[in-house]
């Protein structure tokens, strides 16, 4: 069975037989007389293949290095036998913990997850396989973020999901534990490492699934990718292993093999799941030195997730300022593209909130007037909205009587040439999932309310996109 492996800093290593592939700048391949005798006691077939994950958070990229120190209890990746010096040391292996967090917060009913985080390291199938059987037949969602790592690995990963019929997404833990430790650090490391049962929030927006972890997840009969999450996918590279001076002639064969196994081990993964194998056609067309993130046009028609409308619960995030936000991507029948709907609530103070939406502009001049419908408020949004190329954004202004009636059932956006309510207005649906959560956290960050007259306030900068809020200085009708 060919091992093939995707690591993250952008180094790739692969071996096949008397081939060594590495996923680097340069390609080289081992020729037979250049490997000892000694050597063929290792096993024949070993091939990593290696895919350039994204670039790693700012301050990942910025933090000092270290290297563990002897009884600190942080495992880190070291250097693998025969592999060059500083390949493999210092990457944080996969953990996979048990994490507890308040009610709903990952999904209607759902208090508890399993966070899979860190690099797809050579013994990752093995752990999972052990924690699985820890945690017994619990039906648990597992979260994965991951830059990459062993493409084999990935592989059986993926093969055990199947077998535990597990519900698979993308997302990062944030840890109760770690206090005011960064998430990334030593300290937030060693706990996701230690098999204890944890505490705290799981979030999508900006997590990723990169490398081999997009073929880790196909492997899950269930698979669901947050609209803000992100794939992404590029090409294996192969490099000479052996130092010496070999001819073009004797490293292409080795190289040529070693990429035909690979490809015959991939396709037959994806073939006995049912997926498309346009995926690895995709990868093998990115270049090694790039990096493809996939539209959800591409998750879809891959079948990484076939869900025509996805919609994420809401969710709390402490950015540059507290701010509740979801996001629903709907593709109607026939039609091409998805389109996305995000909604976003931010306070001024514990009694003053603003809520926004942004979505596609319609063609012409659009609706009206746009509301928000609940069993127990109905929210009319200030018109006309701010547009900005194909885009546009409505606003308004709630207390937090209003905030707390929203999150207690589902609702609708309901559109139409007027604030009132007519038989043929066209409704979209809106789940409140994760609301009363979401909506506790942002109290927390919220000044208290303010008994003066409420001055004139700036409009709210949009989290994820560069228009300012508009109507945010208009008192609530």
């Known amino acids: ?98 994490v507890r967090g308040s009610a709903d917060a990952c999904g209607a009913g759902c208090d508890s997850w399993i966070a899979a985080e860190g690099t797809i390291d050579p013994g990752a199938a093995a752990r999972f396989r052990k924690f699985m059987k ?75 699934c990169n490398s081999a972890c997009p073929y880790l997840i196909l492997g899950a009969p269930s698979r669901e990718i947050a609209p803000d999450a992100t794939l992404a996918v590029h090409s294996p590279r192969v490099m000479n292993f052996t130092g010496g001076s070999l001819t073009y002639e004797v490293r292409a064969q080795p190289m040529q093999q070693a990429m035909a196994r690979l490809d015959r081990m991939v396709l037959d993964y994806i073939s006995k799941l049912g997926a498309d194998p346009r995926l690895w056609t995709v990868s093998r067309s990115v270049p090694f030195e790039g990096m493809r993130n996939l539209t959800r046009e591409e998750i879809a028609s891959f079948a990484l997730d076939r869900r025509e409308r996805i919609e994420s619960p809401w969710m709390f995030e402490a950015a540059n300022r507290g701010v509740a936000s979801k996001t629903i991507l709907v593709r109607k ?20 909130f603003e809520l926004d939406v942004e979505r596609n502009a319609p063609a012409g001049a659009g609706s009206a007037s746009l509301a928000l419908v609940s069993r127990e408020v109905r929210l009319n949004f200030l018109s006309p909205p701010r547009r900005s190329d194909s885009r546009e954004t409505w606003g308004v202004l709630l207390d937090f009587g209003q905030a707390r009636a929203l999150a207690t059932s589902a609702a609708e956006l309901v559109e139409g040439p007027s604030n009132v309510a007519r038989a043929d207005d066209a409704t979209f649906p809106v789940d409140g999932d994760g609301l009363q959560n979401a909506l506790k956290l942002l109290l927390d960050t919220c000044p208290p309310p303010k008994t003066a007259p409420q001055p004139v306030v700036s409009p709210v900068p949009w989290q994820q996109i560069p228009w300012p809020q508009a109507f945010a200085a208009h008192p609530l009708r």
């Open 134 to 208: 820890q945690i017994g037949n619990r039906k648990l969602p597992i979260y994965f973020n991951s830059l990459g790592g062993i493409l084999e690995q990935a592989l059986a990963i993926g093969t055990l999901l199947r077998e535990r019929e597990a519900v698979v997404r993308i997302g990062r833990t944030t840890l109760r534990e770690c206090g005011f430790e960064a998430q990334d650090g030593e300290t937030c490391t060693r706990l996701k490492q230690s098999g204890r049962e944890l505490h705290g929030e799981v979030w999508t927006r900006g997590t990723m």
């Open 333 to 352: 029948e026939g039609e091409a593209s998805f389109r996305a709907t995000r909604f976003q609530l931010v306070c001024f103070n514990q009694d003053r």
């Open 1 to 98: 069975m060919p091992l093939s492996v995707c690591w993250p800093r952008g180094i790739c290593f692969a071996a096949l037989l008397l081939g060594f592939v590495l996923s680097s700048g340069t390609s080289f391949a081992a020729a037979p007389a250049a490997i000892k005798p000694a050597a063929m006691t290792k096993p024949a077939t070993q091939l990593k293949l290696a895919a350039r994950p994204a670039r790693p958070s700012s301050r990942a990229a910025h933090a000092p290095a270290r290297s563990a120190r002897p009884g600190d209890g942080l495992h880190r990746l070291r250097d693998a036998d025969g592999a060059p010096p500083g390949l493999f040391h210092g990457l944080v292996p996969i953990s996979f913990a048990l």
